[in-house]
Nanobody
Framework: VQLVESGGGVVQAGGSLRLSCAAS????????MGWYRQAPGKQRELVAI?????????NYADSVKGRFTISRDHAKNTVYLQMNSLKPEDTADYLC??????????????????WGQGTLVTVSS
């Protein structure tokens, strides 16, 4: 299973961006998807996660509540992150993460946990 992110870029403070992350491969089921970010010299931190279609609400880091919205398109195995009212401190590499079950080449089921390659978001003041 692979994740491909897109949508990063340079934006002025107060602006908006929408990130996308699509899972491809032999995906049987995705149990949860989320966005993390890592700024230079800082540890990776959770931005937002969204559980499986079975229930549960999205969770957000306090720093992005009210500004960011995570959503999923289950049919497309894609997760989005709508980022509004961006601040310079939101500047970071944004990485997508997915947990689920895939079908192996032998036809068996196995769990997976994968990361995308990251998409850079730069917010200028």
């Amino acid at each position: 299973v692979q994740l491909v992110e897109s949508g990063g870029g340079v934006v002025q403070a107060g602006g908006s961006l929408r990130l996308s992350c699509a899972a491809s491969g032999s995906v049987l089921r995705i149990d949860g998807m989320g966005w993390y970010r890592q700024a230079p010299g800082k540890q990776r931190e959770l931005v937002a996660i969204i559980p499986s279609s079975g229930g549960g609400r999205p969770n957000y880091a306090d720093s992005v509540k009210g500004r960011f919205t995570i959503s999923r398109d289950h049919a497309k195995n894609t997760v989005y992150l709508q980022m509004n009212s961006l601040k310079p401190e939101d500047t970071a590499d944004y990485l997508c993460n997915a947990l689920g079950v895939e079908v192996s080449t032998a036809g068996s089921y196995r769990s997976f946990g994968v990361w995308g390659q990251g998409t850079l978001v730069t917010v200028s003041s």
